[in-house]
């Protein structure tokens, strides 16, 4: 589990509608190797009931923060699909429930592309799996993810 400052940036985030704190954790993630060269930011969007909630979407608000800090092309390319909330769940149910969460938005292109992921915490690593599955299916070269914490 995260502490400290970490679990301080993500509560601020998440939860006190501080949207600042993903600059800050951007600037923390600067040293991240992962985000060297030519590649294409882009993040996992969270479900759609928790951004009505906070009123945005805190891994996109990461994500823009990496790709300016970077100076790093940012593509908001993926959509969510399904609405299963991921707290709580055990991996392969996580797995299950993601299996076709996320599809490429219309008119998008990812084809021989880098991509590195970005969201904000990890936990079974299945939100990623899930994501980066369609973007490789969509063609890309390569799919990375960077994120800010481990649960």
Request: overall charge positive; hydrophobic content about 40%.
């Amino acid at each position: 589990m995260y502490v400290g400052s970490t679990k301080s940036l993500i509560g601020r985030l998440k939860f006190s509608g501080a949207q600042s704190a993903a600059r800050e954790m951007a600037v923390i993630l600067h040293n991240s190797q992962i985000l060297a060269g030519n590649c294409i930011i882009v993040p996992v969007p969270t479900a759609t009931s928790r951004v009505r909630r906070r009123g945005y979407d805190q891994a996109k608000l990461l994500a823009r923060n990496i790709a300016k800090q970077y100076g790093l092309p940012y593509l908001d390319c993926l959509a969510r699909s399904g609405q299963a909330h991921q707290v709580g769940a055990r991996r392969q149910q996580r797995l299950h429930q993601l299996s076709s969460a996320y599809r490429l938005k219309a008119a998008t292109s990812v084809h021989d592309l880098r991509i590195v992921l970005v969201d904000d915490v990890v936990t079974t690593g299945a939100t990623l799996e899930a994501a980066a599955k369609c973007l490789r299916e969509a063609g890309a070269k390569r799919v990375e993810g960077v994120v800010f914490a481990q649960a």
